[in-house]
Antibody
Framework: QLQLQESGPGLVKPSETLSLTCSVSGGSISSTSYYWGWIRQPPGKGLEWIGTIYYSGTTYNNPSLKSRVTISVDTSKNQFSLKVSSVTAADTAVYYC??????????????WGQGILVTVSS | DIVMTQSPDSLAVSLGERATINCKSSQSVLYISNNKNYLAWYQQKPGQPPKLLIYWASTRESGVPDRFSGSGSGTDFTLTISSLQAEDVAVYYCQQYYSTPLTFGGGTNVEIK
């Protein structure tokens, strides 16, 4: 049974880069069956898809974050990562990693990590 | 982008009564070639990540109680809780996966009356 766990700093200064890692257990990140996604949720608000990566390195990003987002995968560590550059207070959110099921195209998310709150503040 | 609009924003239902949540997409999420609606529903309890309830608009995820059901096609969808239980208090979200960017509805908060 796949389990995911986010890790990284809980506080980031404005204009700096937010960096998070998602560790996968219970399965291989190199499995051809799974894609790996990031979703965020500002406090008290709804869900926003950030992007998804396949073990090969192919990425799918939400244009709303434009070129600020980089998603990468480290198969040797069974992890994938998220970087968001030039952060502002609007990037304050709980960040989730999740398995992004796919069948020809990206589908739903299941399961999810517990989430990590990242606050952007000086 | 496909915009997902949920209604109502909040819903108070008595225990044992039916709860109905609506989700409308700004364009059809029905893929004609396979006749599937590219829509999922999630439940999020306070302090927890979302949990997948339903995909393909009406297929219940393994382990999800059968009081949860999804229906609809094209642009209009419904999540129904047939007999509300105390443990169903949560925020419910719909999500389309017809096209990227993947998008979610704004959520519906379900409470006990």
């Amino acid at each position: 049974q796949l389990q995911l766990q986010e890790s990284g700093p809980g506080l980031v200064k404005p204009s700096e880069t937010l960096s998070l890692t998602c560790s996968v257990s219970g399965g291989s990140i190199s499995s051809t069956s799974y894609y790996w996604g990031w979703i965020r949720q500002p406090p008290g608000k709804g869900l926003e898809w950030i992007g998804t990566i396949y073990y090969s390195g192919t990425t799918y990003n939400n244009p709303s974050l434009k070129s600020r987002v980089t998603i990468s995968v480290d198969t040797s560590k069974n992890q994938f990562s998220l970087k968001v550059s030039s952060v502002t207070a609007a990037d304050t959110a709980v960040y989730y990693c999740a398995v992004n099921y796919a069948s020809g195209r990206l589908n739903w998310f299941d399961p999810w990590g517990q989430g990590i709150l990242v606050t952007v503040s000086s | 982008d496909i915009v997902m609009t949920q209604s109502p924003d909040s819903l108070a239902v008595s225990l044992g009564e039916r709860a109905t949540i609506n989700c409308k997409s700004s364009q059809s999420v029905l893929y004609i070639s396979n006749n599937k609606n590219y829509l999922a529903w999630y439940q999020q309890k306070p302090g927890q990540p979302p949990k997948l309830l339903i995909y393909w608009a009406s297929t219940r995820e393994s382990g999800v109680p059968d009081r949860f059901s999804g229906s609809g096609s094209g642009t209009d969808f419904t999540l129904t809780i047939s007999s509300l239980q105390a443990e169903d208090v949560a925020v419910y979200y719909c999500q389309q996966y017809y096209s990227t960017p993947l998008t979610f509805g704004g959520g519906t908060n379900v409470e006990i009356k």
